[in-house]
Every structure is written in C-alpha cells, then in structure tokens.
Nanobody
Framework: QVQLVESGGGLVQPGGSLRLSCAASGVSLDRYAIGWFRQAPGKEREGVSYVTSEEGSTHYADSVKGRFTISRDNAKNTVYLQMNALKLEDSAIYYC??????????????????WGQGTQVTVSS
C-alpha cells in the first residue's frame, strides 16, 4: 500500500550525528503515524521514536530522549530522524514503519502495516 525507503545510515564516531530519511511512495503519509525502530544483532527490534498523523505529536524511547528528533515534511512525503550525540549502543539497523491508524506507538509493532528495508547505523571509534 505504501512503500518506505530508509536512507542516511552510515559509520559515525561516538558523539557524532546522522540524519535518517524515510521516503514514502504510493500513499501520502499525512494520515499515517510513522515510527522508527532499530534492531541490533542478537537483539529484539525496539521502538525508537514515532510521530502521530494529525496533531504530529512526537514520542521517544527513554534511551534516545534529548538526542534524537523525529520530524515530518509532508510536502516531500518524508519523515526524518535526526540523531545526535550518538553512542555505541545506538548501532543497529534502523527501520521506519507506517501505522494507518495514525496513532503509532513504540511497542505495538503489529499496528504498523508497512515497513522499509532498513538502513545500517554503525557507531564506532
């Protein structure tokens, strides 16, 4: 229904910054909540951040509060995740996902019906 493509990942030193992009095609994102998730090797996929559809409220996992910022650009049909002050434990494959109900969430992954392929973020000195 909606195709999502992540980009912007790469190798960065601790304390550095990256901006991830989630570009959508097929359907406008304005009625979707968009979430960012990440999965490190040997670990479960965890919710990082999400933005709701209508009011555009943003939410963050405790581990990234104050460091990550999620934002929408509806004109570009893109959602961003600005990641600052990156830590080693932030290394993971980052996925964006779309929730057609518009509410999002960090733990209810089944509510997200469409997922991107992921982009690798590696934080290393």
């Amino acid at each position: 229904q909606v195709q999502l493509v992540e980009s912007g990942g790469g190798l960065v030193q601790p304390g550095g910054s990256l901006r991830l992009s989630c570009a959508a095609s097929g359907v406008s994102l304005d009625r979707y909540a968009i979430g960012w998730f990440r999965q490190a090797p040997g670990k479960e996929r965890e919710g990082v951040s999400y933005v709701t559809s209508e009011e555009g409220s943003t939410h963050y996992a405790d581990s990234v509060k104050g460091r990550f910022t999620i934002s929408r650009d509806n004109a570009k049909n893109t959602v961003y995740l600005q990641m600052n002050a990156l830590k080693l434990e932030d290394s993971a494959i980052y996925y964006c996902a779309a929730d057609p109900h518009g509410l999002g969430g960090l733990t209810d992954r089944d509510e997200y019906t469409d997922w991107g392929q992921g982009t690798q973020v590696t934080v290393s000195s």
